[in-house]
Structures are given as C-alpha cells and as structure tokens.
C-alpha cells in the first residue's frame, strides 16, 4: 500500500518536472518569487515546487482599439477613434525579463499604453486650430510614432502601426463644416460656370472676328475682281472704238459718229433700264459743242491706241 502512495507521489512529481510552452508564447520562471530563466516554446523541464511558471508572455503581434477626445487650441473637441499594432521587442532573456516585469499584470500594462497614446495625440492636438486637423492625420501619426515608440522600446516592445480610423468633431462643428464645404462647392460651381461663359463668349467673339475677316478678304478679292473687270471692260471698248475709227477712216466718214452712236445707245440704255421714268437732258448749245469736244477727246485717244 505504501509503496503504490510512493509511486503515485513520485509520478505525480515526474509530471510536474516537465511543462509545455505553446508557439508564440515564452514562458519565465522564477523560484521563490525570484526570476529565474526562460522556456522558449516546446517541451521543457524545471524543478517541481521550486520553479514557478511567473508569467507566459506573447511574442506574437498584438493590436489595441481606443477612442478618446483632444480638444484644440481654439476649443474644439476632436473625437479620435484609432487602432495600434506593436508585438514584443525580440526574443530575448533581457527583453522578456523587462516585459515579465516592468508592470504588474496585463491590466497595467494596457492603461499606460492607452494613456501614452492618448496622451501623445492630446498634446499635439492642443497646439492646433480645429480646421487644420482633418489635413494633418499623416502628421499627427507621424508625430504619436515617434513618441510612443521610444517609450514602448523602455517597456520591452516596439510599434509595429498606428492607424487613426476616424477624426470626428462635435455636432455643431460638423453642421458648420457641412455649410463651408457646401458654400465652397457654390461658389466654385459658379466661378465654373463664370469660366464657361468667358470661354463661350471668347470663342463666339473669336468665330465672329474670323467671319468679318474672311468677309473682309473675300470682298477685297471681289473688288479686284470687279476692278479687273472694268479694266478689261474699257480696254475692250477702247480696242472696238480704234477697229471702227479706221474702218471710217477707210470709208472717208467722220468718227465722230461712232461717238454719237455710243452717246445715243447710253440713253436708250438708260431708258429700258433706269428705275425712274423722266431723263433730263441739256439741250443748250454750250452743253451739246462740250459734249462733243468730250466724245472727240475720247475717239483722238481710241486713234493714238489704235496707231500704237
């Protein structure tokens, strides 16, 4: 009977001899309360009723949600909801040991990390405007990293990522933005559709200025066109004037006549094609002796350009 006692005792003890760490986890051992070693994961062996198991410490990666308020230089209360990822230093003897230790249980621990982080924010926060937040998240990250991760590396740990999910303000604060970004959006539509008129005006002034310049063009060319015309015209009357004064001249006739034949085929021209209905004519002698002398100047050029 004695003897099973013995051997249940001694199995008892045998078991006790061997602890089992999980991956991802690092066990530290103390004896009599004093730190002792480590057990790294897997199967280890320590001194039954002497070496106690003091605390089984994560080495994976860990993450915290928070959310707390700041209030800004001019007062406004921000609302920050925000989310850390930090995992321990290394694997260590030293850095398990400060993480075993540095703070008396888990609890603890996450106050001052929560307390650090909205700290850290609240300080920031509190030297800037309300409308400068919501443009300085990167900054504000930025600025809570480098604080919280030289504090964390004191501790035994190291920030793997600080994330702010969302900057709130107050309702009124978010009603008066509301109205900004609305009266922003009003004018910018309307200083759009002051540009899109400008552009339509300029354009339409531009398609007008290029319609009078092409009219302009097309009737300079007609004008050269219409002078070129009479040119030729006169020139052709000039031509028929000199072929039929020499052929009046060959037929010993005045060529004078050919003039009075061209004076009275103005009038007859003048009489189908005139709009009005009444030709007043100078029938004087004076008028009748300078028309003549006229025509007679005009048929001596036809004869010089006919004998040229």
Same mark, same amino acid.
């Given at each position: 009977?004695?003897?099973?006692?013995? =051997?249940?005792?001694?199995?008892?003890?045998? $078991?006790?001899?061997?602890? +089992?760490?999980? *991956?991802?986890?690092?066990?530290?051992?103390?004896?009599?309360?004093?730190? &002792?070693?480590?057990?790294?994961?897997?199967?280890?062996?320590?001194?039954?009723?002497?070496?106690?198991?003091?605390?089984?410490?994560?080495?994976?990666? /860990?993450?915290?949600?928070?959310?707390?308020?700041?209030?800004?230089?001019?007062?406004?209360?921000?609302?920050?909801?925000?989310?850390?990822?930090?995992?321990?230093?290394?694997?260590?003897?030293?850095?398990?040991?400060?993480?075993?230790?540095?703070?008396?249980?888990?609890?603890?621990?996450?106050?001052?990390?929560?307390?650090?982080?909205?700290?850290?924010?609240?300080?920031?926060?509190?030297?800037?405007? *309300?409308?400068?937040? =919501?443009?300085?998240?990167? !900054?504000?990250? &930025?600025?809570?990293?480098?604080?919280?991760?030289?504090?964390?590396?004191?501790?035994?740990?190291?920030?793997? %990522?600080?994330?702010?999910? %969302? $900057? #709130?303000?107050?309702? #009124?604060?978010?009603?008066?933005? @509301?109205?900004?970004?609305?009266?922003?959006?009003?004018?910018?539509?309307?200083?759009?559709?002051?540009?899109?008129?400008?552009?339509?005006?300029?354009?339409?002034?531009? #398609? !007008?200025?290029?319609?009078?310049?092409?009219?302009?063009?097309?009737?300079?060319?007609?004008?050269?066109?219409?002078?070129?015309?009479?040119?030729?015209?006169?020139?052709?009357?000039?031509?028929?004037?000199?072929?039929?004064?020499?052929?009046?001249?060959?037929?010993?006739?005045? @060529?004078?006549? $050919?003039?009075?034949?061209?004076?009275?085929?103005?009038?007859?021209?003048?009489?189908?094609?005139?709009?009005?209905?009444?030709?007043?004519?100078?029938?004087?002698?004076?008028?009748? *002796? /300078?028309?003549?002398?006229?025509?007679?100047?005009?048929?001596?050029?036809?004869?010089?350009?006919? +004998?040229?």
């Amino acid at each position: 009977m004695e003897g099973a006692i013995l =051997l249940g005792i001694g199995f008892l003890v045998l $078991i006790t001899c061997f602890v +089992s760490v999980k *991956q991802g986890t690092i066990a530290v051992i103390t004896v009599f309360g004093k730190y &002792s070693r480590i057990m790294k994961p897997g199967l280890n062996f320590k001194l039954p009723f002497i070496q106690q198991i003091y605390k089984r410490i994560s080495i994976q990666n /860990r993450s915290v949600e928070l959310e707390f308020q700041a209030t800004t230089i001019d007062q406004a209360n921000v609302n920050f909801k925000a989310m850390l990822l930090f995992a321990v230093y290394n694997q260590e003897e030293e850095t398990i040991k400060n993480v075993a230790f540095k703070f008396m249980d888990e609890k603890s621990f996450m106050q001052a990390l929560i307390r650090t982080i909205e700290g850290s924010i609240r300080s920031f926060v509190a030297t800037k405007k *309300q409308a400068e937040i =919501l443009s300085l998240r990167t !900054e504000i990250v &930025s600025e809570v990293k480098g604080q919280l991760d030289h504090t964390l590396e004191g501790w035994g740990f190291h920030l793997l %990522d600080l994330q702010l999910n %969302d $900057i #709130a303000f107050d309702d #009124a604060i978010m009603r008066s933005m @509301a109205q900004v970004v609305a009266s922003n959006n009003l004018r910018a539509a309307a200083e759009n559709e002051g540009q899109a008129l400008l552009i339509t005006k300029t354009k339409a002034a531009e #398609a !007008e200025g290029n319609a009078i310049k092409i009219a302009a063009e097309a009737e300079k060319v007609a004008a050269q066109l219409r002078g070129q015309g009479v040119a030729l015209f006169r020139e052709e009357v000039a031509k028929g004037m000199s072929v039929a004064a020499k052929e009046m001249q060959g037929a010993n006739l005045d @060529a004078s006549f $050919i003039l009075f034949s061209m004076w009275t085929e103005s009038i007859k021209h003048f009489a189908e094609h005139g709009k009005g209905n009444t030709i007043f004519l100078d029938g004087s002698n004076d008028s009748m *002796q /300078r028309s003549i002398r006229e025509l007679m100047s005009v048929a001596k050029g036809a004869k010089v350009e006919a +004998s040229k």
